[in-house]
């Protein structure tokens, strides 16, 4: 990204806007259904709008969700940020979509929009909607029957033929649905969800899907393409964003750690980091003025990387880091963080018993956690922030309190090293509720039994409440039950979803509403057990997913991925080499 000379800060705060003229171009609404901070500091936003910019033919437009409602309660104005257009200006509708809580925010932009909320019943001359984002290819269903088209995988991958395609989906001379249906032969990754009719059992269970037209099912997610030396990184630089001015350059695609709760780290799977030269290169483009933010699920201690930041340091650069592992944590690599201006780190044990961190394949032993802190301590890092979760699987009531009792070793080994230099530390614990999500190995598993969760949430509360100094903050039990509904759910939930967004009635009303209960979606899944979401095609296996859950059962760890010569899961060796611009990250690699 170039910053224009002669940019005036008062009149318009963004920095790298495109705005193009409207004329003879295709125009595409790029529509992140959040606030515009959380949307800004997107990544994945940031890329899809300079990789749709990049086409002399294509304008491409962000919105976010409005602050208010119109005036006299009239619908809320989605107005793109660059000209202050309407959505249903625009020949496409391109949501990107990061959580399956911005699904709502989909439903809203569409009927506020006044377009047609269901695919099957909207008119030729309507805007195409589309939708993608790993939200979307975790498990695209609930919002199925909104949506004309999913674009499943990485929009590098993508884009090339896709945008070949788009003259083709706007002809509106063709039937709409002929024209998504020839797009979801010719583009790889087109999902065309009202060409795929899932079959429920008369118990209400999904067994399987009917399809129209030779359509692949599943449909195969698309990765990057070797050969690509554009690194993700902010396009358009914002004070209003969450991570204020920041420029974000991505270092790591995927993780190869395996955590059995994380989703995102199954679904990027293979792990890939981008090359180092192109990494430099891409961050000429950051103003010396801005922050530089390293993106990435896991690169501390991978090839470069400390070099990489002693040079931005030495340079005057201030750095943020998205990803620390406190057990990993080197003398040189604290010192790199303290010279960045840190003053907390966070460091996430997600449980606090040895056993539930081997249920969850952290690889985290406990003196590994102390000796990081103590370590942070050492260098004038003096506060950190501990993430943990509760109602995982294998969860008994004693855990709760483990939490407590980790936390207050973690306290007092800062403390310790705290008073020797007339310091007091803080710490701060955020427990959220674990939500077992698809395309994990605990896709299987529960959501917990919410009586038992409040019990916990007692307990925890109390035992913190013992430690002095110790700040405590819990996600609430009812937003965790709607995400886990949602995260599972499947194109039952449509009609729940259109009740929140247009009547504005609570989602467990609307649950009930319809005939429907919370447990057809968190209960314990059977091994043969059939999933929605399973239309999109990973290339991680089912077999492997199961065997992982079945090892998480019986606390046994896995090894991290070591892509040069691992082909357990099924992720490497299939439709990719093993060159490329990607590094693939191996186990061996110097940590
Ligand atoms: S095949 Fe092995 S190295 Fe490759 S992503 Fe799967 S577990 Fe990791």
Known sequence: MKILPGWDKKKNPERGVIRKRWHGRVTCALVFPEPYGVGMANLGLQTLYSLLNASENILAERFFSPKEKGPLGQAAQWLSEESRRPLRDFDLILFSLSFESSYIGVLKAIVDAGITLRSIERGCAEPVVLAGGVATFINPEPIAPFVDAFLLGEFEGIAPVFLDFLPRLLDRSEKRRDRLAAMAQSVPGTYVPGLYHPIFDSSGCFISW???????????????????????????????????????????????????????GFVYRPPRMWP?????????????????????????????????????????????????????????????????????????????????????????????????????????????????????????????????????????????????????????????????????????????????????????????????????????????????VIARGDRRLAPVLEAVAVKEISFHRAVIENGLSSEMFIRKRDPLDAFPWEIVGHPVRRGYLLAEWNRALSGEETPFCDTTVCKRCGACGGHRTETGPWTKISQNSPR
């Not at 290169?281 to 699920?297: E, F, M, N, R």
């Open 210 to 264: 009917d399809r129209e037209d030779d359509l692949p099912a599943p449909v195969p997610v698309v990765k990057a393409p070797e050969g690509l030396t554009d690194v993700p990184h902010t396009a358009i630089l914002s004070p209003h964003a969450a991570f204020p001015e920041m420029f974000c350059v991505e270092l790591v695609r995927g993780c190869g750690r395996g955590c059995r709760f994380c989703a995102a």
């Open 276 to 484: 180092m030269d192109a990494i430099r290169k891409t961050l000429k483009d950051a103003p010396d003025s801005c922050p530089i933010g390293l993106v990435g699920l896991e690169y501390m201690g991978r090839p470069g990387v400390e070099e990489l930041c002693e040079s931005l340091l030495g340079d005057g650069r201030r750095l943020a880091f998205s990803s620390l592992r406190v057990d990993e944590l080197t003398p040189a690599f604290t010192r790199l963080l303290k010279r960045s201006g840190a003053k907390t780190a966070t460091v996430a044990p997600e449980a606090g018993s040895e056993g539930l961190r081997r249920t969850l394949n952290k690889h985290l032993r406990e003196e590994g956690i102390l000796r990081g802190v103590e370590t942070l301590a050492q260098a004038g890092i003096p506060n950190v922030k501990l993430y943990f979760m509760l109602g995982l699987p294998g969860e008994e009531d004693e855990d709760a309190e483990e939490i407590a009792r980790l936390v207050g070793r973690i306290r007092e080994t800062l403390a310790f090293r705290g008073k020797g230099r007339g310091r007091v530390s803080r710490v701060s614990v955020s427990v959220s509720i674990f939500v077992p999500k698809p395309w994990t190995p605990f896709q299987w598993a529960p959501f917990a039994d919410v009586k038992v969760l409040k019990g916990r949430i007692v307990q925890l509360k109390r035992a913190i409440g013992r430690l002095p100094g110790i700040t405590l903050s819990i996600e609430s039990q009812r937003d965790a039950l709607r995400q886990a």
